[in-house]
């Protein structure tokens, strides 16, 4: 890459902080082990390795199998690893987060709607949509993981 890019927190702070609000009110609706799914699910999908970094160390630190992270990538082929809803919510992930002309299947949002409540279905948009900007800030501002 070249010259380092400006970051969103060092010139734009009122609006990360904005989005990191936005984070917590989700993080407050959504079970904790599905949003680091669905962040960690958009993030590989984007190609955003800051963010994929980030979400596998997150789900890592709470308790996730090195395994079940690494099958995040090939979720509809890795059999029983996935749960129903975990399964129902990566679908909603992989939709949202490819948009083509059919953008969220009534199917997949009601496979989702029969384990989710209302509030828990709108938070579940909500953050895939949240976990979309980041990318698209992580990719456009040049952010890559640290070396460890």
């Known amino acids: 890459m070249g010259s380092p890019r400006a970051q969103m927190a060092h010139h734009l702070p009122e609006a990360y902080t904005e989005l990191a609000r936005l984070s917590a009110v989700l993080d407050g609706v959504l079970d904790d082990g599905l949003h680091t799914l669905v962040k960690l699910r958009a993030s590989v999908l984007n190609g955003c390795a800051f963010c994929v970094d980030m979400h596998t160390r997150e789900a890592l630190e709470a308790g996730t199998s090195p395994q079940r992270v690494a099958l995040v990538a090939a979720w509809r082929e890795a059999g029983g690893h996935f749960t129903e809803v975990e ?24 496979a989702a709607a029969a384990h989710l409540s209302e509030r828990e279905m709108v938070a579940l948009v909500t953050a895939v949509g949240l976990v979309n900007l980041y990318n698209r800030l992580g990719i456009g501002t040049g952010m890559t993981p640290p070396v460890r």
Do not use: Q
Request: glycine fraction near 8%; proline fraction near 4%; charged fraction near 35%.
């Open 87 to 110: 399964r129902a919510v990566l679908a909603v992930v992989d939709a949202l987060t490819r948009l083509d002309g059919d953008g969220l299947p009534d199917e997949v949002h009601d």
